[in-house]
């Protein structure tokens, strides 16, 4: 057990809504990442925040959004969905308190969301 | 564009067969280095790391991986596997102080009782 939980664990739903994946991260951690793992374009980096604010992004879609509270947790916003979007969305934190600090990263269990 | 490759998608030993899968990055600059290994319905966990220092490193369960700076790669290796290694390995880089990580696509390693 990392100590990163996600949920929802599964999620199924159909082509043009909306879900929105919540992480929390681990006690302590400042920083959250999110990861989108799918067959055919292996594991990709999205979006990092630090304490509440956005650190860096990936390759994410314009369809898609997150966020980080106050209280660290995050949540990743996918809008109108399509068939391709189906992967395993995972989220991990780290301490990481500066740009330059490296620091390991601790990854979730994952969200498998299935688009139909 | 930063990117890593790995150069087996599938490998298949036998137990007690020694174990080198290939990681290469491009990206000029300091880089921090990483072997992950996902089990069969579990998540990333990481195996080792290197960010500085001595290029061989050791991680858990008997891995170790080294970092040759002039080619640009990050191998891992085992001298005997056990069936309980059956996982996929995802090679990973932390290029330049930036913290995401830029994964290879892995490698599904079948270890036979």
């Known amino acids: 057990d990392s100590g990163v939980t996600q949920t929802p664990k599964h999620l199924i739903t159909a082509t043009g809504q909306r879900v929105t994946l919540r992480c929390s991260p681990r006690?302590?951690?400042?920083?959250v990442y999110w990861y989108q793992q799918s067959l055919d374009q292996g594991l990709q980096f999205l979006i990092q925040?630090?304490?509440?604010?956005?650190?860096a992004k990936g390759n994410i879609l314009e369809r898609f959004s997150a966020q980080q509270f106050p209280d660290l947790h995050s949540e990743l916003n996918l809008s109108s969905l399509e068939l391709g979007d189906s992967a395993l969305y995972f989220c991990?934190?780290?301490?990481?308190?500066?740009?330059?600090?490296?620091?390991?990263?601790?990854f979730g269990p994952g969200t498998r969301l299935t688009v139909l | 564009a930063q990117s890593v490759s790995q150069h087996n998608h599938h490998v298949i030993l036998s137990e007690a067969a020694s174990l080198e899968l290939g990681c290469n990055y491009s990206?000029?600059?300091?880089?921090?280095l990483f072997w992950y290994v996902q089990y069969p319905g579990q998540h990333l966990q990481l195996l080792l790391k290197?960010?500085?220092?001595?290029?061989l490193v050791k991680g858990i369960k008997g891995f170790e991986a080294e970092f040759i700076k002039s080619k640009f790669s990050f191998n891992l290796r085992k001298p005997s596997v056990q069936w309980s290694d059956t996982a996929e390995y995802f090679c990973?880089?932390?290029?330049?102080?930036?913290?995401?990580?830029?994964f290879g696509a892995g490698t599904r390693l079948a270890v036979h009782p």
């Open positions: 006690s302590g951690d400042l920083s």
């Open positions: 290197y960010f500085s220092g001595d290029p």
């Open positions: 925040y630090y304490n509440g604010e956005e650190r």
């Open positions: 990206y000029g600059g300091t880089v921090n």
């Open positions: 990973a880089v932390n290029p330049g102080g930036y913290n995401k990580l830029i």
């Open positions: 991990a934190s780290s301490t990481n308190r500066g740009q330059n600090v490296l620091n390991e990263q601790f």
